[in-house]
């Protein structure tokens, strides 16, 4: 039997998550966009909620996480963090307000922090996105990286595929993880990255890792809850574990209930005033 160390938090901080990594306890992360899913997975005990930009894909039904806003993001981060007790709510910046001007990457942040209560920002990149780090985190704003498949490169990368296959790609990833460490970032994301690539950086960063298609070794695990609950229908990586089917589930309540409009069998009696 394996007996799993357990950090207790009433409410889950950037160093709760630094003392997970510390006594070896796996960190537990989900996407989430709304106030009433939010409820159910900080009462599931997601230990980090993550306000990603892949809610321009589940939510918009976008192809890409381009389009979305930052005003949009802090409607979606705003709802979350009024439903949450305990997790730690991150949020992404999403394109366009933080790549190549690290004053109004600042401003991204502040207003995030500001208008919706998050608790810290995330975004991808590795050394292009220094100054951008630098200057949110001297404003004591906390940071969490992404590094591997990131997603607002899509058009640079042209698919959805593995990153960091090869060696030279596999060194760059390894090197922007230790800059992110060394700037003060309190995570990093890596996304479908050879597993043991993931090991390796895992082991050699002091600050957690959480993986999405990285392999058992990260210090956590995120995925997109509504891939998880198969909301999300046609979606398969290899990466993901479905632990309900969702879509059918709502199909068929749906079903039923337009058949009982339809046949006058609902509302009855006792269901009216
Ligand atoms: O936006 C998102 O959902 C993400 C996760 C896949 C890590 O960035």
Not at 58 to 72: C, F, K, N, R, S
Not at 102 to 115: H, N, Q, T, W
Not at 177 to 189: D, I, N, T, Y
Request: aromatic share 6%; net charge negative; charged share 25%.
């Amino acid at each position: 039997m394996s007996v799993h160390k357990k950090v207790e938090a009433k409410r889950v901080t950037t160093h709760t998550l630094q003392e997970m990594k510390d006594v070896g306890e796996k960190i537990a992360m989900l996407t989430a966009y709304d106030y009433s899913m939010a409820r159910i997975l900080d009462a599931g005990g997601a230990d980090v909620l993550l306000v990603g930009d892949s809610a321009s894909n589940v939510m918009a039904g976008h192809e890409t996480t381009l389009p979305i806003t930052l005003d949009q993001m802090i409607y979606h981060a705003s709802s979350v963090v009024r439903a949450v007790q305990r997790a730690l709510v991150v949020v992404d910046l999403p394109f366009g307000t933080y790549q190549g001007d690290s004053k109004m990457a600042l401003k991204s942040a502040i207003r995030i922090m500001k208008e919706s209560g998050g608790h810290a920002v995330k975004l991808e990149g590795g050394s292009e996105v220094e100054d951008s780090i630098k200057r949110i985190l001297s404003a004591g704003i906390p940071v969490m990286g992404h590094l591997g498949l990131t997603p607002q490169s899509i058009y640079k990368f042209g698919t959805y595929t593995v990153r960091a296959k090869q060696e030279q790609e596999a060194r760059r990833l390894m090197k922007d993880a230790k800059l992110l460490e060394e700037l003060g970032c309190f995570a990093v994301v890596l996304e479908k990255i050879p597993a043991d690539l993931a090991r390796k950086v895992s082991e050699s960063i002091s600050i957690p890792t959480i993986g999405i298609g990285g392999g058992s070794d990260c210090d956590g695990q995120v995925l997109v809850t509504h891939d998880l609950l198969g909301i999300t229908k046609d979606f398969h990586p290899r990466f993901l574990r479905r632990y309900a089917e969702l879509f059918d589930v709502i199909q068929d309540a749906t079903e039923r209930y337009v058949n009982d409009v339809k046949s006058k069998d609902f509302p009855n009696e006792k269901e009216q005033y």
